[in-house]
């Protein structure tokens, strides 16, 4: 569930590095950005996360019959989705009020085929004013979902440059799982059970959207694999996901328990149809893995995935459906 970042051989008075950790700089830490820097880099890096998402989960749901739902295919947040000490800040560098703004648009999804757009301000749901304030986040969703049952198409009212418009948005089938953001240098990913969260130093260390995908396909083989919930996991991603965190090292990392070799395989072979589902490369996912997975993927297990790539290439030539044997 914590993805180690290769590093220089230890010498005989080197200690190894904790899972997910990164060897430390001998230069100095950088001055921290400021508030704003740092919270439209947030942002920016969680919209990421969701674009290179997007055709994961929107086309894995038979694989992840557990996690499949009806979403609408978005995210929005006010001034109060921050905590306290990033609140003033939302409004100054985002334009974030009372009212929920969309953040992201889920690529291929209901939202995004009926022009939702980053930047609209929601105020209903079919005839439901959606609230506002600091308890809006929840208090819209738990809305919203009430809204979809038993529908195919939901009226979203919207402003958008001062104008009001509504949206008939088709609902869209997804894996649903969030995926999060973890302010941590060090590279790591987690899944526990139903989220995934992805850390700003895996980020830096995926510069390639394919290399990503091969992250969060990882993550989400995870948990359509899970046979009960994660707590411990799901308390780390909980500290981990807020710009409030205070010098998260790897070290915090130690405390979860590591991957099996059988079931990081296990994964990593469900992970290969994600991918290849969602229309991102295979070829390059064994060598990734053998770099940046915990447990790294061993010489002898490399032909195992590269024998699950050969299977799904010749079903593609066939036309055939991309599903495990």
Not at 183 to 203: C, E, K, P, V, Y
Not at 239 to 244: A, V
Not at 279 to 299: C, H, I, K, L, S
């Amino acid at each position: 569930m914590v993805a180690q970042v290769p590093t220089p051989a230890a010498t005989e008075t080197q200690q190894p590095l904790p899972t997910g950790a990164v060897a430390p700089s001998a230069q100095s830490a950088p001055a921290l950005p400021d508030k704003a820097t740092q919270l439209r880099t947030w942002v920016d890096q969680q919209a990421r996360l969701y674009r290179v998402a997007a055709p994961l989960l929107i086309n894995n749901t038979e694989l992840c019959p557990r996690h499949a739902r009806n979403l609408l295919g978005f995210t929005a947040k006010n001034r109060y989705s921050y905590s306290e000490a990033f609140a003033d800040t939302a409004q100054a560098a985002l334009q974030l009020n009372d009212r929920l703004r969309v953040m992201n648009v889920l690529p291929g999804s209901g939202a995004e085929q009926a022009g939702l757009q980053r930047g609209d301000t929601l105020t209903a749901v079919e005839i439901e004013p959606l609230p506002q304030g600091p308890d809006a986040e929840r208090a819209s969703a738990s809305i919203i979902a009430s809204e979809l049952k038993g529908r195919a198409n939901v009226g979203l009212t919207v402003m958008r440059n001062g104008d009001r418009t509504t949206l008939d948005i088709p609902l869209t089938s997804a894996c649903a799982m969030v995926i999060d953001l973890g302010n941590a240098d060090f590279a790591a990913s987690l899944a526990d059970g139903q989220r995934i969260l992805i850390t700003r130093g895996m980020l830096d260390q995926t510069p390639s959207d394919q290399e990503l995908a091969y992250v969060i396909a990882q993550e989400m083989a995870r948990n359509i694999l899970a046979q009960q919930a994660l707590p411990d996991v799901a308390a780390l991603i909980d500290r981990l996901n807020t710009l409030d965190t205070q010098t998260a090292d790897a070290s915090i990392a130690a405390s979860i328990a590591p991957i099996s070799a059988e079931a990081g395989m296990q994964a990593r072979k469900l992970a290969l149809y994600l991918l290849a589902r969602a229309g991102y490369g295979t070829e390059g996912a064994p060598a990734f893995w053998q770099q940046m997975g915990n447990p790294p993927v061993a010489d002898v297990d490399l032909p195992v995935l590269m024998e699950t790539i050969g299977t799904i290439r010749a079903k593609q030539q066939l036309n055939a459906a991309i599903l495990p044997d």
